[in-house]
């Protein structure tokens, strides 16, 4: 089997947490959907609560500590993203905004991403669209057409519908569809030679 590697980014503040919850269900519909396709995927939780401190530091020095530092390198060396983020005010949490704020401007360049959000009620489900997904798109990843949305009742009795789940398994397959369409993802090592070492002497 082809091996990849998936980073899932969860913004939950709290733990528990709905958003981790999600996080984890995507993750294990895109593993399924993968192996569908004779690819074993990597997976990768990063919890940002964990990182809080560590992302404040980095934007005010513009140094990140040992943690966060292999957390932005696991993004930047995955072959897919999830990103899950709880919805406050109608649009994405700080703590997920300050921590694409702080990933290289170039890392998710053509990376698959999939996009899901958390809230306590439906009204907030458009977030993704007017927020998440332009937020991606300048980040020139390449986000696939689902999002995931789940809110409260979507976790209750109420929702045996099916229509949560649904979607995952949807959004979950076009992630992997994309991560099998591409080579592996490769990070250039920002201190290796490009040029000869006699041109730099010239």
Excluded: C
Aim: glycine share 6%.
């Amino acid at each position: 089997m082809k091996q990849r590697t998936l980073v899932v980014v969860s913004a939950g503040l709290s733990q528990p947490s709905s958003t981790r919850l999600l996080a984890d269900q995507l993750s294990a519909a895109a593993v399924t959907a993968a192996a569908e396709r004779g690819i074993e995927l990597h997976v990768r939780t990063i919890e940002l609560r964990d990182l809080a401190h560590d992302i404040m530091n980095h934007l005010l020095t513009g140094f990140p500590p040992v943690a966060l530092k292999e957390a932005l390198d696991a993004v930047a060396g995955a072959d897919g993203l999830i990103a899950v983020s709880p919805i406050f005010t109608a649009s994405y949490s700080g703590l997920f905004k300050s921590f694409f704020d702080v990933v290289d401007k170039d890392a998710l360049a053509d990376k698959p991403v999939l996009i899901a959000a958390t809230a306590g009620t439906a009204r907030h489900s458009l977030a993704l669209e007017h927020a998440l997904r332009p937020l991606f798109g300048y980040l020139r990843a390449v986000v696939v057409p689902t999002s995931v949305f789940a809110a409260s009742d979507d976790w209750g009795a109420d929702s045996s519908d099916g229509f949560l789940q649904t979607r995952i398994v949807r959004g979950a397959t076009e992630l992997a569809t994309e991560i099998d369409r591409r080579e592996p993802a490769t990070v250039a090592d920002p201190f290796a030679l490009t040029v000869s070492f006699e041109d730099l002497l010239k």
